[in-house]
Every structure is written in C-alpha cells, then in structure tokens.
C-alpha cells in the first residue's frame, strides 16, 4: 500500500526534551517537507528536501533539525530550543513534476 | 511565507445545500490544488488544477482555476453529513521556486441534517 507514514501520532514532550517525529514513504517521490499546523492558520513550512543528503530550512525552522540520509526518509527533530513546539505536525512528499504534494496522517506534539 | 486568501472562514450548512468558497493570491499561480482535512488527520487531495480555466470535477466537488490565475473556486453539490471538515486550497506561484507551495488557512464546513 502507497503512501507516507508517520509516527508516532501522538508524542509527549518534557520540558528540555529532544523528540523525534519519524517520516517514511514508498511514492519513490525526490522531495519531503515537514510543516506545522496550528489552529486556525495555514500550514507553514518548517523543513524540505529536494534530494538525499540535503535540505532547506523553510519559514519557521528554528529550534527544528532534518536529515535525509535515504530517500524514503525525512526524519523531524524538535528541540529543546523550540519554545512552542505544542502542534500538529505534518510530512509530506511531492511528485516528480514539483506541483503536487501528498500528505501523512500527522503527528500530535504535546509539551508537558 | 506567503499564505493564501481563503474564504469564507466558517460554513454552517443544511444537508443537501451547495457549497462555495474561493482562494486568491497576489501573484499569478502555476498549480491551484485543494485538500480535505478531517479533525487530527493528514489532509486528503481533492482535485488539482493545472491550467488557467481549467474545470475539473471530482464526484460532487468541482472545483476551477481562474482566469486571471490569482483564484481558484471549490463548489460542493448537495452536502451530505461526511462533507464536514476544513477545506484548504495549495498552490505554486509562478515565481516560485520548484517545490514550494502556499496554503490557505482553510474553511471549516458544518453541515446540519
């Protein structure tokens, strides 16, 4: 079954913490995105990645750190720096033409 | 970034009543697509578009992108109880990078039986 899978879906956070929020795909898609939802507001752009081994900081990157070391891939990191991480937070892929972008199931974040 | 003008904000509905909202930009769009979210869940594509004028149907969803390619419209037919969710339109400006998309912040849909 195609699609992109993310987890867990929902996470408590510690003040202090690091957590990881996991991004897989099986679309063969080139580009990943993570965004953040909050209510009431678009979706904004945390981070992308065009290709393996590199990636873009989007509007709202800091306290957030990506790698992307295998295609499938496209792992979230939210910091201890982040000082309002409490959100939903989405992955995504986009298709080879650049114009289309699919979304996964979304992660809860929860800071407790 | 730049976020997308989507309105309404809000839609408050009887079942078997049509739906309209509308998405505009500054800037002239390559790309207009439109998503479905339902609460805590991932948003579902519904219809993209590719060129200007452009009228695509998806069972009762249409949904067209605008001649001046600054809008796009979504139109829901006769709205039963599963058309509830927030509906939000995507799009890439012409002069945008590859890959980069703007969103609207969504239009909740109530619909009463």
């Known amino acids: 079954d195609g699609g992109i899978t993310q987890s867990p879906k929902y996470l408590f956070r510690k003040e202090g913490q690091n957590v990881t929020l996991s991004c897989e795909q099986n679309l063969n898609h080139d580009a990943m995105y993570w965004y953040r939802q909050d209510p009431g507001q678009g979706l904004r752009l945390i981070y992308y990645?065009?290709?393996?081994?590199?990636?873009q900081k989007g509007d709202i990157a800091e306290g957030y750190s990506v790698s992307r070391e295998k295609k499938e891939s496209f792992p979230l990191t939210v910091t201890s720096a982040q000082k309002n991480p409490t959100a939903f937070y989405l992955c995504?892929?986009?298709?080879?033409?650049?114009?289309?972008?699919?979304f996964g199931e979304g992660s809860w974040l929860t800071v407790v | 970034g730049q976020q997308l003008n989507q309105s309404p904000q809000s839609m408050f509905i009887q079942e078997g009543e049509d739906v309209s909202m509308n998405c505009t930009s500054s800037?002239?769009?390559?790309?207009w697509l439109w998503y479905k979210q339902d609460p805590g869940e991932g948003p579902v594509l519904l219809i993209a578009l590719y060129k200007a004028g452009e009228l695509t149907s998806n069972g009762r969803l249409t949904a067209q992108f605008g001649t001046t390619r600054k809008d796009s419209f979504l139109n829901i037919s006769a709205s039963i109880p599963s058309d509830v969710g927030i509906y939000f339109c995507a799009g890439r400006a012409r002069t945008d990078s590859w890959g980069k998309l703007q969103f609207g912040a969504g239009t909740q849909v109530v619909v009463t039986p």
């Open positions: 995504a892929s986009m298709e080879s033409s650049g114009n289309t972008i699919y």
């Open positions: 990645s065009q290709i393996v081994n590199d990636f």
């Open positions: 800037s002239i769009f390559n790309t």
